[in-house]
């Protein structure tokens, strides 16, 4: 079965909650964001796929060479893995809206599925993503609503990268939304009040 691709914690929700999808970050694991959703989302149905590369011991989704240099073959895969995954639970929960959030290596391949298959989602948060290639056009994104969040002064993140794929998603006539603060990698207050009203906006 395709919602047995990974290891993830699930939770059921409430009636009429959202099903919500998170992406851990390089490092952390399916935990990391629940208490977030649980925060934002009180009640909402949750998956939540730990990544199943490891670098050094540190969880991921796919593989890298360096530092914002992806093995773009693997990511090929692990998006086709994920995104059959994520289709899989969606077929599984008929009738919920799927909102999804990922931050850093976890916003990755969050974005790299919605590059290929956005009619899975009706919210997407990216949380300091680094997307270091234009991805083709995809009319399927119109309409579509987009957070993307990121640090002025991120070194693993440039803004001026996150600039970029925000003027990808306008391009593709996305509803797309941003938010930066002054700092670095960290996710600040700020961002979290920023999902909080694109979620419930």
């Known amino acids: 079965m395709t919602k047995n691709l990974y290891q993830a914690y699930t939770r059921e929700g409430e009636s009429g909650k959202p099903l919500v999808f998170t992406f851990h970050g390089?490092?952390?694991?399916?935990?990391q964001f629940v208490p977030l959703v649980d925060g934002l989302i009180p009640g909402a149905q949750i998956v939540s796929p730990r990544g199943d590369v490891s670098e050094y011991g540190a969880l991921?989704?796919?593989?890298?060479?360096?530092?914002?240099?992806?093995?773009?073959?693997?990511?090929?895969?692990?998006?086709?893995?994920?995104?059959?995954?994520?289709?899989?639970?969606?077929a599984a929960s008929p009738g919920r809206d799927v909102y999804a959030l990922g931050y850093s290596n976890g916003a990755n391949i969050l974005a790299s599925v919605l590059f290929s298959e956005p009619e899975l989602f009706?919210?997407?948060?990216?949380?300091?993503?680094?997307?270091?290639?234009?991805?083709?056009?995809?009319?399927?994104?119109?309409?579509?609503?987009?957070?993307?969040?990121?640090?002025?002064?991120?070194?693993i993140c440039p803004p001026a990268l996150s600039a970029?794929?925000?003027?990808?998603?306008?391009?593709?006539?996305?509803?797309?939304q941003s938010a930066m603060h002054g700092?670095?990698?960290?996710?600040?207050?700020?961002?979290?009040?920023?999902?909080?009203?694109?979620?419930?906006?």
Do not use: C
């Not at 390089?26 to 935990?31: A, D, L, P, R, S």
């Not at 970029?164 to 797309?176: E, M, P, R, T, W």
């Open 122 to 155: 009706d919210h997407v948060v990216l949380l300091h993503p680094l997307i270091p290639w234009r991805p083709d056009d995809n009319t399927g994104l119109s309409g579509r609503k987009i957070l993307v969040t990121g640090g002025e002064r991120d070194p």
């Open 60 to 90: 991921r989704f796919f593989r890298r060479t360096g530092e914002g240099v992806y093995d773009m073959d693997d990511l090929a895969r692990r998006t086709e893995k994920m995104t059959r995954f994520i289709a899989g639970h969606k």
């Open 183 to 201: 700092g670095g990698h960290e996710i600040r207050p700020d961002e979290i009040s920023a999902i909080t009203r694109f979620l419930n906006g």
């Open 164 to 176: 970029a794929l925000i003027d990808y998603f306008k391009a593709q006539n996305a509803d797309v």
């Open 26 to 31: 390089t490092g952390g694991n399916e935990n």
